[in-house]
């Protein structure tokens, strides 16, 4: 009996089908592999975006509520003090004073710069975040530009980065125009919602003492406890 082999014709398709088949299943791996690195990327940015903030709440939670006196030729109002507080803050940016550990800086007071830059395509914005920080020798350099170094990039976003500012009673501010007062928290947010607000409560000024209190000794320590 005389075996009857394959045709040319058969050949070429079976060809043509293994060659469907691999291009399918090449397909479905590039898509799978494309996929695994978004989510690789996304939670590396995450990791990084998680990172930053909280690096921006201990900055803000070392803030010191410093006051200096106001220019005589000062335009705003002030306090009965004339003075005005070292805090300024707007939707993009917010500048205020506080104080380095001595690792891994050197320890001392300083005024930080944090603030959003806009970029990327008008379909695809891209918004970073920027930290600038200077020893701060003078209160009264307080307000000047930095000049000299460049900015630290904290991380980037498409989803623009807002600050906003919170009053004694709650009210929450775009911006902070007042300088007799500290706002009680500031808080980052995301114009999207991609990512949870960062909400931080500023240091309070210690409340002066009265007069008649006696601070020749120092408050017994809570708890019963001893300091040496």
């Given at each position: 009996?005389?075996?009857r082999g394959f045709t040319l014709a058969e050949l070429l398709i079976a060809l043509v089908l293994t060659a469907l088949a691999m291009g399918v299943v090449a397909e479905g791996v590039r898509r799978?592999?494309?996929?695994?690195?978004?989510?690789?990327?996304?939670?590396?940015?995450?990791?990084s975006r998680n990172a930053a903030l909280g690096a921006l709440r201990t900055r803000l939670e070392r803030l010191v509520p410093l006051t200096e006196e106001a220019g005589a030729d000062a335009?705003?109002?002030?306090?009965?003090?004339?003075?005005?507080?070292?805090?300024?803050g707007t939707a993009s940016g917010v500048r205020f004073?506080?104080?380095?550990?001595?690792?891994?800086?050197?320890?001392?007071?300083?005024a930080y710069d944090i603030f959003v830059e806009a970029g990327g395509e008008d379909?695809?914005?891209?918004f970073t975040v920027l930290l600038h920080r200077r020893a701060l020798y003078d209160l009264a350099e307080f307000n000047q530009t930095p000049e000299g170094s460049e900015p630290l990039t904290l991380f980037q976003?498409?989803?623009?980065?807002?600050?906003?500012?919170?009053?004694?009673?709650?009210v929450w501010l775009s911006a902070w125009s007042r300088e007799d007062v500290f706002p009680s928290?500031?808080?980052?947010?995301?114009?999207?919602?991609?990512?949870?607000?960062?909400?931080?409560?500023?240091?309070?000024?210690?409340?002066p003492l009265e007069e008649d209190e006696d601070t020749s000794a120092p408050a017994a320590p809570p708890n019963g406890s001893v300091t040496q």
């Open positions: 009996m005389n075996r799978s592999l494309d996929f695994q690195a978004r989510i690789e990327t996304a939670q590396i940015d995450r990791v335009d705003s109002v002030t306090t009965e003090n004339e003075e005005t507080i070292l805090f300024s004073a506080a104080t380095d550990p001595a690792y891994p800086s050197t320890p001392g007071l300083y379909d695809a914005p891209v976003s498409a989803d623009e980065p807002r600050f906003s500012y919170a009053s004694g009673d709650g928290h500031v808080r980052l947010e995301f114009a999207e919602g991609g990512a949870a607000p960062l909400v931080v409560a500023l240091p309070r000024a210690a409340e």
